[in-house]
């Protein structure tokens, strides 16, 4: 079945999701490294994630 695609314009999405990301995200402390980063993700600069090593990270 058709769906509609344009029954909100862009301009009144944005507005409507204009304040979605005013706040802060939630960080955390990396176990290994001590960097904030995102919960629930690999860590970026150390790339440990539960304590192991999950990405290959060049330094
Ligand atoms: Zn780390």
Redesign the pocket.
């Known amino acids: 079945m058709a769906v509609q695609q344009r029954r909100v314009t862009h301009s009144r999405k944005g507005m409507r999701r204009s304040h979605h990301h005013l706040e802060e995200p939630t960080l955390v402390a990396?176990?290994?490294?001590?960097?904030k980063?995102l919960p629930h993700r690999v860590?970026?600069?150390?790339?440990?994630y539960k304590n192991k090593s999950v990405l290959a990270i060049e330094s």
Do not use: A, D, E, L
Not at 30 to 35: A, N
């Open positions: 990396c176990k290994q490294c001590g960097k980063n860590c970026k600069s150390c790339g440990y």
